[in-house]
């Protein structure tokens, strides 16, 4: 397949509409900078003096500390004296970029804007390696055999970049691996059209901000300088024939395999760690990645299904933490499914006592607490208070010091287990109660005329055979309730003596109440007959129904007046149509506004409705109610308004747009049956504790907090994760290491109160190459996307951008700075750990959210945003690079499924056929010249013209290329937390579009640079921060 050169794309001399088709690229700087957390509210800084550079945001998003600059000139960095150097002179000063005088593409004869691009990109040449970096110039030192971190790297990699071998797998002298990318001086100063620094002007003059390693400021400060030809020394690459290749015309394709690929990574993990056995006995390793297949060996700390950081070395000191911009964060999934293969939690009951915890810190006894004085007393890990242990807890030491029932007791020897609670662990002191499923149909028009309430009622029958139970529980002790609604709603006493449901009507939707206490919630198995009865009448009650307006806030208010009078928790599930216009509390107005998008003002569309819907939330959670909303519109609804509820009580929220049975029923019945059936804890509340030095300070995700350390949760099932971030305050110690433990105290399905515990230890390092060693890039574009989208409610989508892209140049320059050989500034250097992170960001700020585009719709972005913000690691992963799985050549008598390739056009061909998903969305796309014998056994149809246009699912066929296609995608969508519908493309048709807009890699139908594009712009950011 030819791969298509950079030639059409506009170069970078130009100057264009934006970035890639951003519509303001990455913007100039906005009028007043915006470097406040995300989230928080816009803060002015008073000006800088002339010729100091504007502080740059820190993770944290507190205004800098009051130093002389951004990490304050006296810092020490790695044990480097601080130096002070003059000013560049004015010629830096004048270059867009801050491009270092002397820079010897200065001289070169302007070239024609066509090639530019692949000019600039044309000698980019990537190794992937250990150790420190040598200049480009110096032969290997070492044969490649030897190189620790190089799986097999594909053929076309330079490897004369790679540097000795480390000394050893710990030696803290290793630099750790990178990946250098090396290219020209991207083109000299390339200047894009609107996209201004969001920090203009030259550095300070050495007044912290990254200081030059070298000597002085002539040439490129710091560098060595390259004499040997135009492009420096000899570089290989996967253009053979070196330098003097290089010099030669400018090369016309840039061959996109040269770039670091997610595929190839994830690739390499699973070659490398799948199918093994992963003890998680030691502190701080980084677990294998959420794409590879492991088994989990809890052996004292948390399994990464239920605990992953962003990184897991934590820098020892705030300013340490500071330079380097990387946010220190835990994605917390606290009811991660265990696959049948892993131990299940085991749970610990300490009788009437409860469970033992710190005196002063409150944490709970785990494997970091250190028994002394012969076990009469432990201190505790977290804080470090002596405690006595209470007499029925003690226990001798050995001659380690250890317990002699260390490996009887889970909270000594796991790092997750659960305690059963005592009564002051319940509301009022009362035992818990069983919760409550209550199901609120919508019996408006709309919902009626499309078939829904029928689909609804003969599904609930079979369905509520299967509501969640404990394990090894006969049956379910989950109560059931049903009302229908349109502009009045209608409970149903379903009571087991009952011969008939009887049906009682609320019309006054102001004050809302329950006009029955007995006979509301049932128990599904005693009842089962008055329940089918009463499914079976309700379409028919309805069917000739011309109501076509709804309310919707007292629907939620009748649910949670349900919940307090029977005293127990639960969920709603609520099937609804429209934007509810009748009046009543909660009623919402058109206000979807095209005109806003791009201005300051977009970000109105996303901020929900005050008032009622704020109410609501907090009385759903302090009930423990939570709420799922299936929504069918057929226009706008005000999403963001009307899933402000679900999303702070631990619900999710489903969209069907223009629902028709035959197309979408059974997308919205596999959503449901995995929605009623999953596992699921309720009246949820969750708090993170840390050892000294730091703490967490910020949390996200489908949650309520009513202050700064409580997460609130209504409910909490399977597929939601918490997102933290941790500051410090004070330093951290390499000795101890940095420790969490999250409890979650919370009611079981049967109604009991339990303490679900998850503890884990990373190390501290003083040594930023450390950190960077152990990022997690998996777990940091999920604490970028979260943050992103809870700053895009508070500052416009550029500035949100601009921050997402100066902290990426922030973290990958002070990588190059810290922890790499000096190289040519052209060379573009990226942590081993972190050398895909720029196509994840990039994906991210292309996705619907932060896009401002007139195309999409403000309810659709409105609804990625929200469920983006409860998604765990694995979810943010696929949804921002998804898999594009080839299979026109697939082994049908192999269980396994084809390898994914790069999410990119560039991989598709005319002859081939692609599954695509990210987890919400799932494609077959055909080409053209798809074979018609592979057409005829998948489709049953002669050849690719006979497809129907319209086709939504796969006949059942008995040939293998059918059994096996259609066992990859049953295999997928098990997998996955939520029903994904299938939509067939045929290459050249409409709804191409749909399937373009996840080829990651290229540029954005909606606005959004390809993935190359993108790389150079950071390389360009990040040699603006390092001049």
């Known amino acids: 397949?030819?791969?298509?050169?950079?030639?059409?794309?506009?170069?970078?001399?130009?100057?264009?509409?934006?970035?890639?088709?951003?519509?303001?690229?990455?913007?100039?700087?906005?009028?007043?900078?915006?470097?406040?957390?995300?989230?928080?509210?816009?803060?002015?800084?008073?000006?800088?003096?002339?010729?100091?550079?504007?502080?740059?945001?820190?993770?944290?998003?507190?205004?800098?500390?009051?130093?002389?600059?951004?990490?304050?000139?006296?810092?020490?960095?790695?044990?480097?004296?601080?130096?002070?150097?003059?000013?560049?002179?004015?010629?830096?000063?004048?270059?867009?970029?801050?491009?270092?005088?002397?820079?010897?593409?200065?001289?070169?004869?302007?070239?024609?804007?066509?090639?530019?691009?692949?000019?600039?990109?044309?000698?980019?040449?990537?190794?992937?390696?250990?150790?420190?970096?040598?200049?480009?110039?110096?032969?290997?030192?070492?044969?490649?055999?030897?190189?620790?971190?190089?799986?097999?790297?594909?053929?076309?990699?330079?490897?004369?970049?790679?540097?000795?071998?480390?000394?050893?797998?710990?030696?803290?002298?290793?630099?750790?691996?990178?990946?250098?990318?090396?290219?020209?001086?991207?083109?000299?100063?390339?200047?894009?059209?609107?996209?201004?620094?969001?920090?203009?002007?030259?550095?300070?003059?050495?007044?912290?901000?990254?200081?030059?390693?070298?000597?002085?400021?002539?040439?490129?400060?710091?560098?060595?300088?390259?004499?040997?030809?135009?492009?420096?020394?000899?570089?290989?690459?996967?253009?053979?024939?070196?330098?003097?290749?290089?010099?030669?015309?400018?090369?016309?394709?840039?061959?996109?395999?040269?770039?670091?690929?997610?595929?190839?990574?994830?690739?390499?993990?699973?070659?490398?760690?799948?199918?093994?056995?992963?003890?998680?006995?030691?502190?701080?390793?980084?677990?294998?990645l959420v794409t590879t297949d492991f088994t989990v060996q809890d052996q004292g700390n948390a399994s990464p299904r239920f605990m992953r950081c962003t990184t897991y070395s934590f820098p020892c000191t705030a300013d340490l933490a500071k330079q380097c911009q990387v946010p220190l964060g835990a994605v917390i999934k606290p009811f991660a499914t265990v696959p049948k293969n892993e131990t299940p939690l085991y749970v610990v009951n300490h009788g009437e006592t409860g469970p033992i915890r710190c005196n002063r810190c409150k944490a709970y006894m785990c494997p970091y607490m250190q028994f002394i004085d012969g076990g009469r007393r432990y201190q505790c890990g977290f804080c470090n208070c002596v405690n006595e242990v209470p007499t029925f807890y003690f226990q001798h030491l050995d001659h380690m010091g250890r317990r002699v029932d260390l490996y009887e007791r889970p909270e000594l020897s796991l790092g997750s287990y659960e305690f059963e609670a005592t009564l002051d662990y319940c509301k009022n002191n009362k035992p818990a109660s069983p919760p409550a499923y209550i199901f609120m149909i919508d019996v408006s028009y709309a919902n009626i005329k499309s078939g829904l309430v029928r689909l609804v009622c003969e599904e609930l029958k079979t369905l509520l055979d299967n509501l969640p139970r404990e394990d090894g529980a006969e049956s379910s002790t989950v109560k059931v309730g049903f009302v229908t609604y349109n502009k009045i709603l209608h409970f149903y006493n379903v009571k087991s003596a009952l011969a008939q449901p009887q049906m009682m009507v609320v019309s006054d939707t102001a004050e809302m109440f329950v006009p029955l206490l007995d006979g509301f919630l049932v128990n599904f198995q005693e009842s089962r007959a008055v329940i089918n009865n009463l499914l079976d009448q309700i379409p028919d009650m309805f069917a000739d129904t011309n109501e076509s307006e709804t309310v919707f806030a007292p629907v939620i208010q009748a649910g949670v007046e349900a919940l307090k009078t029977a005293e127990c928790s639960g969920k709603l599930f609520i099937f609804h149509s429209s934007i509810p216009t009748a009046e009543a509390p909660g009623k919402l107005k058109n206000r979807d506004d095209k005109k806003l998008i791009n201005t300051e003002k977009e970000k109105t569309l996303f901020q929900p409705q005050k008032g009622v819907y704020e109410q609501l939330s907090k009385d759903c959670v302090s009930q423990g109610c939570s709420v799922d909303l299936f929504l069918f519109p057929s226009q706008y609804v005000d999403l963001a308004t009307m899933g402000d509820v679900p999303t702070h009580t631990g619900g999710s929220i489903f969209k069907y747009s223009n629902f028709q049975v035959e197309m979408d029923g059974e997308h919205f019945l596999s959503d449901l049956r995995k929605d009623v059936e999953k596992a699921i804890g309720f009246d949820a509340i969750m708090r993170v504790r840390t050892s000294t030095g730091f703490r967490a300070t910020n949390f996200f995700g489908a949650i309520h907090m009513n202050n700064t350390t409580d997460v609130e949760m209504a409910a909490v099932d399977c597929d939601k994760a918490v997102t933290v971030e941790f500051k410090h305050d004070d330093k951290l110690s390499e000795e101890t290491g940095a420790l969490m433990q999250c409890a979650l105290l919370y009611t079981t399905v049967s109604g009991q109160r339990r303490l679900r515990i998850h503890n884990l230890s990373l190390n501290c390092s003083a040594q930023l190459s450390e950190l960077y060693k152990s990022c997690e890039t998996d777990a940091l574009i999920n604490f970028f996307a979260k943050s992103a989208y809870r700053a895009m409610l508070n500052q416009p989508l550029k500035t949100v951008r601009e921050i997402l892209v100066n902290q990426t140049a922030h973290m990958l320059a002070c990588y190059r700075k810290n922890c790499s050989s000096p190289s040519a500034a052209s060379q573009l250097i990226l942590p081993d750990a972190m050398k895909v992170f720029p196509v994840y960001l990039n994906s991210l700020m292309k996705t619907g959210p932060l896009v401002g585009s007139a195309e999409l719709s403000t309810d659709d972005r409105a609804h990625q945003r929200l469920i983006a913000m409860a998604m765990g690691v694995e979810d943010t992963q696929l949804l921002l690079y998804p898999r594009l799985i080839p299979l026109h050549n697939m082994d049908v008598a192999s269980d396994v499924v084809p390898a994914p390739v790069r999410c990119s056009e560039e991989r598709l061909t005319d002859a081939g056929m692609f599954l695509l998903e990210n987890g919400r969305s799932l494609f077959l796309w055909l080409g053209q010249a798809c074979p018609p014998e592979l057409v005829q056994r998948v489709f049953n149809v002669p050849s690719f013209a006979h497809l129907p246009a319209d086709l939504s699912s796969l006949p059942v066929l008995d040939n293998p290329q059918s059994k096996k296609l259609r066992s990859i995608i049953d295999s997928l969508l098990d997998q996955r937390p939520s029903a994904m519908k299938l939509l067939i493309v045929k290459q050249k048709d409409r709804s191409e579009m749909l399937f373009r807009q996840h080829l990651v890699e290229d540029k954005g139908p909606h606005g959004g640079a390809s993935y190359m594009d993108f790389l150079c712009y950071v390389h360009c950011e990040i040699r603006q921060v390092l001049t």
């Open 1 to 288: 397949m030819s791969q298509q050169g950079y030639v059409a794309t506009p170069p970078y001399s130009q100057a264009q509409p934006g970035m890639g088709g951003y519509p303001a690229g990455f913007g100039s700087s906005p009028a007043q900078p915006l470097y406040g957390h995300y989230g928080g509210q816009p803060q002015s800084f008073p000006a800088p003096p002339t010729g100091l550079m504007k502080p740059v945001s820190s993770p944290s998003g507190m205004p800098p500390s009051e130093v002389s600059s951004q990490y304050g000139s006296n810092i020490q960095q790695n044990g480097a004296h601080p130096q002070r150097y003059p000013a560049p002179p004015a010629a830096a000063a004048a270059s867009p970029y801050g491009q270092p005088p002397n820079s010897p593409y200065h001289t070169m004869a302007p070239q024609a804007p066509a090639q530019q691009l692949t000019n600039q990109m044309g000698s980019m040449n990537l190794g992937y390696g250990p150790g420190p970096m040598q200049n480009p110039q110096a032969p290997p030192t070492s044969p490649p055999a030897q190189q620790p971190f190089q799986t097999a790297p594909p053929p076309t990699m330079g490897q004369s970049t790679l540097g000795p071998p480390p000394t050893g797998p710990h030696s803290p002298q290793m630099a750790p691996p990178q990946s250098p990318l090396t290219g020209p001086s991207m083109g000299g100063h390339p200047s894009m059209g609107g996209m201004g620094r969001p920090f203009p002007g030259p550095p300070p003059p050495g007044s912290g901000g990254f200081q030059q390693p070298g000597p002085g400021a002539a040439g490129q400060p710091g560098y060595p300088q390259q004499p040997q030809g135009q492009f420096g020394g000899q570089m290989a690459g996967p253009f053979q024939g070196g330098a003097a290749h290089m010099s030669g015309p400018p090369q016309k394709k840039l061959d996109p395999d040269s770039i670091p690929s997610t595929t190839q990574v994830t690739e390499d993990d699973q070659a490398k760690r799948g199918g093994q056995v992963y003890t998680t006995n030691l502190r701080g390793q980084v677990p294998p």
